[in-house]
Structure formats: structure tokens, C-alpha cells
């Protein structure tokens, strides 16, 4: 186990290849830019590190966070606060690994911009999400630019124009909660997904987000000729193919070489 608290308001730490980014900045987790200064950092950490199998963002606080820091919004101060939004976001949006994010609670504002950026989003029956920084004069940047590709362009305009909150049941239907579970249920949840992202090779789950990401709305046949190039000129050369293939065959679990 390798642990780093990069600031006292986010920890990094790595368990069994995944890494876990918790942010504690009690009561709400707003985000300063302070804040999502560390966010990056641990965000960049983990993208380096390539013995890791998953990104884990959550939170130490029952809110997941309440959003930016309003007073961090004045024409004066803004220009500091998007430099280092723009830079968590690129490396959310760069990230060759599963983000697999738990909420229990309020996610808002630019906290429900940090939810889009998830692969896999597990919430609880209590979580709450919306886009409320509307009624403040703000629109928000990465749910204009983000959220019509999760949801949909109807839906996202009413979400971000609206600044209505939404439940977690609601979120699900329109595709961006990937489950919803009972309060309590939220750790056996997320146990679940990391031991099923577990079994893989660390190589090949970088290489499949990378193509999943990369070719999304790309026109089909193009995509699919570029998988198939990735799949005999990048996956057929690596010593981990030839080990699931050997595991299957003798009955047992691959013993992955990450090359």
C-alpha cells in the first residue's frame, strides 16, 4: 500500500492496483481552486502510474461536493479558478483508466461536472445532482461541453438551464448514474466493480478506455479499422494475450506480466 496526502483535503492512496482519491473538506467539499489543484495532482499521479487498474474518486463527507467556491467566481478571481478547473478536467478527460466515482450525497454544481467524468457512477437513494450555478449568473463549462454526449442534447439543456436538483433514480434513467443502492449498500457496490476491474491486465485496460475514448462519435467504419490495427499491431505483441490465452485453456486465473 502506498499512501500520500497531498493536501489534507484530498488523500491518494493506492489499494491493490486501484487507485483512491478522497476528497475531505468538510461539511460540503467545495472546491476551491486550491482544491482542485490536488484533485489534478492526484488524478495526473494515477494516470502515470501504469501498475494501476482504476481511478476511485469519493468522498470522506456525505456530500460528494457542493460545487466551486462562489467567491472564487468574481470577474477578478476567475481567470486563477478556470486555469486550474481546465487542468483537473484535461487529466479527467485523459485518463487511460475505469473512473469508477461513489456519491452519497449532494453533487452540485462543478461537483456534478466532476460526476460526468465518471465511467462507472454509483449513487446512493440520498445523492442528489444538478447544475444549479445558473440562478448565479454562471453556465458551467464542462456541462455544456460534456453532458450532451452522456445524456442527450435535450436533456442537458434542461439540466443546466433549468438548475433544478435531481434524484439519483432520476440520473439513472437518463443513463449518467451507472446504479442506484441502498445508503448502506454503497461499499459492497463499489467492491464489486473494482473486483471485476481487477481480473484484467492493466495494459489492456489502458488500451481499451484509450479506444473507447478516442473513437467515440468517430463514423463506424473508421473506428473499426483503427481497433483492428490496436488490436494486431499494439495487443498481439504483448506477453499478457498470450497468457489469458495459455490461463484459459489450463483452467486457471491469468497471472498477468503488465507487457
Not at 16 to 29: G, H, M, Q, S
Not at 71 to 83: D, N, V
Amino acid at each position: 500500500m502506498n499512501t500520500t496526502t497531498t493536501n489534507a483535503t484530498v488523500r491518494y492512496e493506492v489499494r491493490e492496483d486501484v487507485a483512491f482519491v478522497t476528497l475531505d473538506a468538510p461539511p460540503v467539499n467545495v472546491l476551491t481552486a486550491a482544491i482542485m489543484r490536488d484533485l489534478a495532482g492526484a488524478v495526473e499521479r494515477a494516470q502515470a502510474d501504469r501498475s494501476l487498474k482504476a481511478l476511485v474518486l469519493q468522498s470522506a463527507v456525505r456530500a460528494f461536493s457542493a460545487g466551486a467556491d462562489v467567491g472564487e467566481h468574481r470577474p477578478e478571481e476567475a481567470p486563477e479558478m478556470i486555469a486550474t478547473f481546465s487542468r483537473l478536467f484535461a487529466a479527467l478527460g485523459a485518463m487511460e483508466l475505469p473512473v469508477v466515482m461513489a456519491v452519497d450525497g449532494a453533487a452540485l454544481g462543478a461537483g456534478f461536472e466532476l460526476v460526468m467524468m465518471a465511467d462507472v457512477l454509483l449513487a446512493t437513494e440520498r445523492a442528489t445532482f444538478g447544475q444549479p450555478e445558473i440562478r448565479l449568473g454562471f453556465f458551467a463549462p464542462v456541462g455544456v461541453a460534456w453532458l450532451p454526449a452522456r445524456i442527450g442534447l435535450a436533456r442537458a439543456i434542461e439540466v443546466t438551464s433549468t438548475g433544478r436538483t435531481y434524484t439519483a433514480a432520476e440520473m439513472h434513467a437518463m443513463g449518467l448514474v451507472s446504479r442506484v443502492v441502498p445508503e448502506a449498500g454503497l461499499t459492497a457496490a463499489l467492491d464489486q466493480v473494482l473486483g471485476d476491474l481487477r481480473r484484467a491486465s492493466p495494459q489492456l485496460i489502458r488500451m481499451n478506455v484509450r479506444l473507447c475514448r478516442g473513437l467515440l462519435g468517430r463514423p463506424f467504419e473508421e473506428a473499426r479499422i483503427e481497433a483492428e490495427r490496436v488490436f494486431l499491431g499494439e495487443l498481439m505483441v504483448t506477453e499478457d494475450v498470450r497468457e489469458g490465452i495459455a490461463s484459459f485453456f489450463e483452467k486457471r486465473r491469468p497471472v498477468w506480466k503488465n507487457r
